[in-house]
């Protein structure tokens, strides 16, 4: 999928971060991709408190959870391969369709 970048936040408490986007929204809200510098900034800032994020190498898969969200339930994320200005980036769409992302610039 062809994407371009953007910067992007949740509620003023990520960013705005360098991300990529396709265009997407979910209900309003952006579905930003992320190179893995970024992700892993992402990772480590939900670490704070009960919640927690981990990656794993083997599967490329980021695995965030909220013990007082959703039950508990997981959210993984696996790397994908996008395209931007004839070049492939493996990037992560953390958050998408579950997040409220804003595109801010």
């Not at 936040?9 to 990520?14: H, I, L, N, W």
């Not at 490329?60 to 959703?70: A, G």
Request: proline share 5%.
């Amino acid at each position: 999928m062809e994407v371009h970048p953007g910067r992007f936040d949740v509620d003023g408490e990520f960013g705005p971060l360098d991300g990529y986007t396709a265009g997407q929204t979910w209900e309003g809200w952006a579905c930003p991709y992320f190179t893995p510098a970024v992700a892993t900034q992402i990772a480590t800032f939900w670490q704070q408190g009960i919640l927690s994020a981990t990656f794993d190498g083997a599967t490329d898969t980021y695995t965030f959870r909220d013990p007082e969200n959703d039950g508990g339930k997981c959210y993984r994320v696996e790397g994908e391969d996008h395209t931007y200005a004839g070049q492939t980036l493996h990037l992560y769409s953390i958050g998408h369709r579950y997040w409220c992302w804003v595109e801010t610039a």
